[in-house]
């Protein structure tokens, strides 16, 4: 079990508070309260470690405060771990049970340990979601003023909800893909233009690489089409891409808020799905979820069963874009009208993996792109796991600035590669093109772009 | 105390007066190593008359006052003290004018130093002093502590640039001292008087600021040397040379291996020293003596010099050499460090020095500093819960003030006295200069109210 007083004290002691993370947080931009900034959470967590302050529900709520966007890990010169606190931090908050209400303890449970690890169930949801969304249901009740019956944060987050796509990744994508021999159509009403479109192997590739794709749980069911374009684009550069029908949530979810045991769990059946040996890469292409994934050797490091496998498998973890660039991936030829793209970053692929170059590699190799840098591309956009559910006030002050920065540029398209962040963007800027008139602006991943210049290539 | 807090709550407001326990930790210390003390209540003015009114308050309750602004100080000064009220200016960040007519800036003094700079910049003037945090340190923390910074050397430091400033008294009064006249003679140099009083005089609340016209050109170069010998000769050889660089830091090899740790600009591992040096002015005149300084450092035995291509890379260098401090945290959980300074002529001196009083407490010693201007900091690296190692330490910074001493030199070049440094001010001033700052003191805050126990008891 977690706790802060178990943790080894030179974690906590790494910070010698010399408050060069502050200016990179953005909740102690909004208050300039040092309760609100990573310095002044490590001081409270200190505390607690030396006994000196109790675990109050206040300190519980500071910890959910914070964002979890780990800028300040980018900003501190002393490298303190700041993600391994937060979540030590938000573990023991859980288990000392300072925050738990009847609602708060019935959510939780319901969303982390009963959706979120029974990836069939949740996809029943997403079905059910999908029904309401596209039946008129949703639409139909909306007019009738029903959702006026809702609690009000209910009646707030619902327009908010993603749009679930007909489609889920496997029913997209075959378990198995190979470069060399066109996978068979799939029926799934997609056209022979598109099984063509899965284009021939560069002809330079010695070896097939065999990688595995990870779909997500958001991702799978709101955004299957970019796992579709990940195996597309990986396909376009000679690897073999194996996507395991049914996957387990990663579980970056529960580590991040506190439920480290289902966290464990959760990686334990990951590793029991895929066997880290069998491949050359195991492939995320969600922000979040690879920072997550990339910790499972950390994770698991004292489970006697799972330890060596949890590390091969950390070894193993990249980003799409990471990857792509790693093995030299082949710039798209076709050619295209200039469209301007803005590049908005995942808090947890820039500060949690490190992964900042690459995507922007991706984006300007694509025909006709004009990559036009936003202010504070870095800066959270306030969505941060469920912060936008949990802190809406925060989270919507964040949304209007990262909104701001992005109408700025005057691009056509803003890419980002994180289904948060993706809603968050696509939400506010709806909202924005709602009240001003205009027309949004498009929300995409970088790899639906290049999976796009890719096929472009066959058509034309 | 709860009276107190009752009254400051009234005019503030809940938000701005902190009382709880988990809202005042964190102001319990600021970047010093190893000081830590809870205060009774953190309070956030919005101008000088809330200032006043809180110290008038203060003083009818006898409650000590220690104003804070980020809290990046070295030396202790913005620690709180047993019951005091911290006064936070940090929300008092505004830039209020920058006069291009006059070459001015004024700013209320929780403005950071950064956006001071920034803003300079945008009406194409210059701000010079630059703190290693300026990121983060305010403008009214850099006057109190009188801050130094990455180009002293040819442009001074904070002091060289307030040409005002407001000033809340013990009593309450607010002042203006100084104004935009390039000269001004009236009356005693007051204004000077508070800037590096460390909160012990008054609480600055706004600051006008002198400006330069920003400087045509630059060029930034890195020396990379096999021993700190000729990194130190080379120092001596550009002076002597008649040149005067803008930036002239020194980084040893420790040092340098945790910022490249961090920063990965591609600083060179294996040399022993390493020298980062900045000229600016007029583009023909950076031209010549980039070109001169080059070929000292080569004469000097410099393993390699590189030339930032552009002024992106100048900047990551100069960012990189700014988190020197923090970066060796990943060595030992404590790092303790001085702030040193002696006569140039002293430096390769006082370099070795440093390294046999670190053989001779068996202690890891790191340094880095502003060879330039005779600016060292030698860092101790340490654990606060090793007590017979905490003892050396000890006993390590009492030498490396007697050596300093010893060549003519202070003990703090640009981070104040505050409690760090305050049993060694008396050896360095002598009686009669340490008995007038207590004299002026006692003139200004007869009760002790501000800040007290920093710089001297």
Known sequence: MKSLRDLDYSVLQQCMHCGLCLPSCPTYEETKRERHSPRGRIALMRAIADGELELTKTFGEEMYYCLGCLACTSACPAGVNYAELLETARSEVEQSGVLATPTRSFIRTAMLRVVFTRPRLLRAIGRLLWLWQTSGLQTLARRAGLMNLLPSNLRRLEPQAPKILEKFSHQLIQPIESPVAPRAALD??????????????????????????????????????????????????????????????????????????????????????????????????????????????????????YAQKAAAWSAKLRDIHEYLVEIGFRPPTATAPTTTVTYHESCHLCHGQKVSAQPRAILRALPGVKLRECAESQWCCGSAGIYNITQPETAARLQERKVGHVLATGAHIVATANPGCHLQLANGLAQHAGNSGAPAIEVTHPVVLLARAYAAEKLG | MADLIDQLTQRLGTHRVLTAREDILP?????????????????????????????????????????????????????????????????????????????????????????????????????????????????????????????????????????????????????????????????????????????????????????????????????????MESAAETVSAIIAARIIPCTLEFIDQTTLRCVEDFAKVGLPREAAAILLIETDGHPAAVAEEAAHIEKLCRDHGASSVRRAANATEATQLATARRSAFSALARLRPTTILEDVTVPRSELAGMIRAIDAIAQKHALAIATFGHFGDGNLHPTILTDERDHAEMHRVELAIADIVTATLERGGTITGEHGVGLAKKAFLRRQLGDASFELLRLVKRALDPDGRLNPGKIFD
């Open chain 2, 27 to 227: 102001y319990g210390f600021d970047g010093t190593a190893t000081l830590k003390q809870l205060p009774a209540c953190v309070i956030f003015p919005r101008d000088a008359a809330d200032v006043s009114f809180a110290l008038i308050l203060a003083r009818e309750h006898g409650a000590p006052v220690v104003t804070r602004g980020s809290g990046t100080g070295l030396s202790g000064g913005s620690v709180p003290l047993p019951g005091c009220i911290v006064l936070c200016l940090a929300q008092m960040d505004r830039i209020l004018e920058v006069d291009t007519a006059n070459l001015t800036l004024r700013a209320e003094a929780g403005a950071i130093t950064q956006k001071i700079y920034e803003a300079a910049d945008a009406a194409g003037l210059f701000y010079p002093p630059d703190p290693g945090s300026m990121k983060i340190s305010t403008i009214g923390g850099n006057v109190a502590e009188n801050s130094g910074g990455l180009r002293g050397l040819k442009y001074g430091v904070t002091r060289d640039y307030v040409m005002g400033l407001e000033v809340v008294l013990a009593d309450g009064s607010i002042c203006w001292l100084g104004s935009k006249c390039v000269k001004d003679v009236a009356g005693y140099n007051l204004r000077d008087l508070f800037i590096g009083s460390e909160g012990t005089l008054g609480v600055v609340t706004q600051v006008l600021l002198k400006l330069l016209p920003r400087p045509a050109a630059r060029q930034t170069l890195l020396a990379a040397f096999l021993s």
């Open chain 1, 188 to 305: 799934v009403g997609r056209s022979m233009l598109d099984v063509e479109r899965c284009p021939a192997p560069p002809p330079s590739t010695v070896r097939l690489r065999r990688v595995v794709v990870l779909t997500g749980c958001v991702q799978d069911l709101a955004f299957a089409d970019i796992n579709r374009a990940t195996v597309d684009v990986l396909l376009a550069n000679g690897c073999e891409v194996h996507t395991p029908p049914v996957q387990p949530c990663c579980g970056s979810l529960h580590a991040h808020n506190g439920d480290n045991v289902t966290a464990r769990d959760l990686a334990r059946r990951q590793l029991d799905l895929i066997n880290p040996a069998d491949f050359d890469a195991i492939i995320s292409n969600a922000g979040g979820c690879g920072s997550h994934l990339r910790a499972y050797g950390h994770l698991l490091h004292d489970d006697p069963a």
